[in-house]
């Protein structure tokens, strides 16, 4: 009632600053035939996180979801203490390319909860507890959400927006506007199953953790 169409006007603020350095954000401009994108991205992935096509348009804020766990590890020599015994890490390397430095190699260690914080053969601190971060995205966190941003510039209503966004891992709260003049809302991201507060770590070697 108050745009000179009759149709939605749709403002979004991401509460990511555009004056800073390194940019968080990088203009995109798409176009296939009648179709047509227009927004920003992140450097870096491919997609349109925020912006409009010829039918809806669409942006978010961060949801301020707590999606990360920490549990205590019982460490020795490498391995950590289940209610099975003593079980070996899973092993990832990871090689970090610097601009204009060297690279930097980088060593992993996961179970199934998460990833651990602390070199597990390192002599200091010795054999011990350590602690696992446990992000509830971890296993289809980076792949849910390439999928749906793949999707983002081809929907075009805001019943349909709402169907993908839900899938998105990060937790954020998308506001949709589409050009029939319908609004709506969908809060995304993967809220972990616990019957816990969260609020602490907890031991990795308790089943009931």
């Given at each position: 009632q108050r745009s000179a169409t009759g149709s939605a006007l749709e403002c979004h603020d991401p509460h990511l600053p555009c004056?800073?350095?390194p940019q968080a954000w990088c203009e995109f401009v798409t176009r296939a035939g009648p179709r047509f994108g227009i927004g920003v991205s992140i450097p870096g992935l491919p997609g349109l996180f925020m912006g409009r096509n010829h039918k809806i348009s669409f942006g978010f804020t961060y949801g301020y979801m707590d999606v990360i766990d920490?549990?205590?590890e019982r460490c020795q020599s490498g391995q950590y203490w289940t209610s099975q015994g003593w079980c070996d890490f899973d092993v990832r390397r990871e090689t970090i390319e610097q601009?204009?430095?060297e690279s930097v190699a980088i060593t992993l260690y996961e179970n199934e909860?998460?990833?651990l914080d602390f070199d597990p053969y390192a002599q200091d601190p010795p054999n011990g507890m350590h602690l696992s971060c446990s992000w509830?995205?971890?296993s289809q966190g980076a792949v849910a959400l390439l999928k749906?941003?793949?999707?983002?510039p081809h929907l075009v209503s805001v019943l349909e927006a709402q169907r993908v966004l839900r899938h998105a891992a990060i937790s954020a709260n998308w506001i949709i506007a589409d050009a029939c003049g319908n609004i709506g809302y969908q809060q995304s991201g993967l809220f972990p199953a616990r019957s816990h507060s969260g609020l602490y770590p907890l031991a990795g070697w308790d089943p009931s953790s």
């Open positions: 004056g800073q350095l920490f549990f205590l601009r204009g430095r909860r998460g990833v509830s995205g971890r749906t941003l793949r999707q983002l």
